[in-house]
């Protein structure tokens, strides 16, 4: 009983002190208020969390939920209303393979994600034409000795379908051709390090990822002889990137309209967007 | 805590009105407090059922909104599971769980049960009180650490072995969640042979049984109930198991057809897609649906582990 009401006085006292907190952090100044929810794809999250945490030292009345899944439900939570800002790795005001346009929604791009195909380490081709990659998921390519490699089979990994990765990977580097199922030596992962972890370990691997994820442990393979780089990205010789995008539901307002901005400014995109391994919007130009 | 109102004899409540003329007493006091926690306990349990209720309502419904466009012999026998082209045939996670759920029986039981026996039977005291912590700890570890033991560790021994490239598959999934239900299993039988009385053994011997014709014909039949518990609940984790079984298994939507083709199950399978579907589609209808019959099996199994139980206890 003694334990019981020292419990009650501690919650009580917690809950004042944080409700106080909350009031204290709010009360300082600034224009903007309200509260922005960011739903979508995991690729951009990292981005969106640095940017909400530098915008709300800004704008301490403006607060953030943002989390991070899918691709495809950043502009679902965005036509149902759930999200203010719906984070997608493709224009999904527009249709890409496999999903519609979201009608009434405008795209708002953020950042440049470059993506590479990778091998594992084992396998000695270092370069793969639009064509080899589609025989190669396509299913006609089985072996890595019909491109210049090895004799051995190759080994698919893809992402599942509905991944922003993999749509912009059809439509970059397989030119809009499918990835078909095999029987053997196919296999789907759930996320960007699960990709990375299952062409690490797998001997004669092909997969795509996000060019930041590329480190020592796989090999990113040249596309159409070019290195995959933030360098030929800018340039423009290498094909294989999209932009990132913030959707929403007609032309952004209020708090939602000043963070997009603030996103966007060439002070966030020159730094933390550089930063993080995205390419800023205005190197595209 | 405070002793219960309706213990005390009327001598003491007499005696405890005597001593003080505020209406707040102990009494009261304790009433109160047996009174708010009588609340708290109700609304617990309360709370819980509304809870399972509502998860039950609204897998169901969001479920059973697939046979809208779907039918019913479509999702349950077709094998063609590509919901890029409009086909969502379930049968074959539904055959690949049950592929799996036998083979990891098939692995875990003989041995969880050696070790139960074991355990009860034969170890002297000081290995039964190291051993029964151990188990009690494997319980307890998360699934995503076997899985990815089973991702960095077991699958490139099996493609070594084997030769296969992959090394993903039923094989491979099956190994680990054995791993992972057999202490669930060797525990349960455990405390099950642990229970049957001294005299069942003791008047085996006493008519020239051998000790191996004791654990087989006696001790084993007459805790198979408690046995049977065990494999069940095992069971029922191995079909629910998500996360260990996806980073093994090689999520392709296909008829496990050998030991080594990438396959998925029920569990991966939603886990797999649920974050990349759009809201309103048969694709996430069906999706749910594949749930609701996940929960609709557990359900299954724990009736028979009831049915079992009250069987047990009526008997003995």
Redesign the interface.
């Known amino acids: 009983m003694k334990l019981f009401r020292r419990f009650s006085i501690l919650t009580l006292a917690t809950m004042f002190v944080l409700t106080s907190a909350v009031a204290g952090s709010a009360s300082a100044a600034s224009s903007l208020k309200g509260k922005i929810t960011i739903n979508g794809s995991t690729a951009l999250l990292p981005l969106t969390l640095q940017a909400a945490k530098e915008f709300q030292k800004l704008n301490p009345k403006v607060s953030f939920a943002a989390s991070g899944k899918g691709s495809v439900t950043g502009p679902q939570a965005v036509s149902k209303g759930i999200a203010d800002i719906g984070a997608c790795d493709w224009d999904a005001s527009t249709d890409v393979p496999g999903f519609k346009a979201f009608d009434g929604q405008v795209a708002n791009k953020v950042a440049v994600i470059p993506f590479a195909t990778v091998v594992n380490n084992n396998v000695k081709v270092d370069s793969l034409t639009t064509e080899q990659l589609k025989g190669i998921y396509s299913g006609k390519i089985t072996n890595w000795k019909d491109v210049g490699g090895d004799d051995a089979d190759i080994v698919v990994i893809t992402r599942a379908f509905g991944s922003g990765t993999r749509v912009n990977y059809q439509a970059k580097a397989l030119g809009g051709g499918d990835i078909v199922k095999k029987s053997k030596n196919y296999k789907e992962v759930a996320s960007s390090g699960d990709m990375k972890t299952a062409v690490s370990t797998t001997p004669n691997a092909i997969g795509y990822i996000d060019l930041v994820y590329v480190n020592s442990d796989l090999k990113a393979l040249k596309f159409n002889g070019v290195a995959a780089t933030t360098d030929n990205v800018i340039n423009g010789k290498y094909k294989i990137w999209s932009y990132g995008y913030y959707m929403t539901k007609g032309q952004p307002t209020g708090a939602t309209k000043a963070f997009i901005e603030y996103v966007q400014s060439s002070k966030f995109q020159t730094t933390t967007v550089k930063k993080m391994k995205f390419i800023p919007l205005s190197a595209m130009k | ?2 002793t219960p109102v309706h213990e005390l004899t009327k001598q003491q409540s007499i005696l405890v009105n005597s001593t003080t003329t505020s209406k707040f007493n102990r009494m009261a006091r304790v009433r109160l ?1 047996n009174r708010l926690f009588k609340g708290y306990f109700l609304f617990s349990i309360l709370a819980l059922c509304f809870v399972l209720a509502l998860v039950i309502i609204f897998i169901g419904k969001t479920g059973f909104l697939t046979f809208n466009t779907l039918s019913f012999s479509e999702f349950f026998l077709s094998m063609n599971w590509a ?2 082209e409009d086909h969502f045939g379930a049968g074959l996670f539904i055959i690949n769980t049950m592929i799996l759920t036998g083979l990891t029986l098939l692995i875990s039981v003989p041995i969880s049960i050696a070790i139960a026996v074991f355990n009860a039977e034969i170890a002297p005291n000081w290995f039964k009180s190291f051993i029964r912590p151990v188990l009690d700890l494997l319980v307890g570890i998360p699934s995503i650490v076997y899985g990815y033991l089973g ?2 560790v077991l ?2 021994f099996i ?1 070594d072995l084997t030769g296969e ?4 598959g039923m094989l491979a999934a099956a190994l680990v969640l054995s791993l992972m239900i057999l202490p669930t299993i060797s525990r349960i039988s455990d405390d099950a042979i642990t229970a049957v009385p001294k005299k069942y053994r003791e008047a085996a011997y006493a008519l020239g049984s051998t000790r191996l014709q004791v654990i087989f014909k006696i001790v084993i039949p007459a805790a198979s109930r408690g046995i049977v518990t065990a494999i069940i609940l095992g069971m029922t984790r191995a079909i629910g198991e998500t996360m260990a079984v ?2 093994v298994i ?5 008829l496990a ?1 050998t030991l ?3 396959s998925s199950v029920l569990t991966s399978n939603i ?3 649920i ?5 309103d589609s048969t694709w996430n209808y069906a999706l749910h649906m594949m749930a609701f019959l996940l929960l609709a099996i557990s359900v299954l199994l724990i009736l028979i582990i009831r049915f079992l139980r009250a069987k047990g206890v009526k008997e003995a």
């Open positions: 805590m405070s407090t919901p890029e991702m960095t699958i490139p493609r490239s992959l090394g993903d996806v980073m090689g999520n392709t939507a296909q057809t080594f083709t990438p886990v797999m897609q974050s990349n579907v759009e809201f």
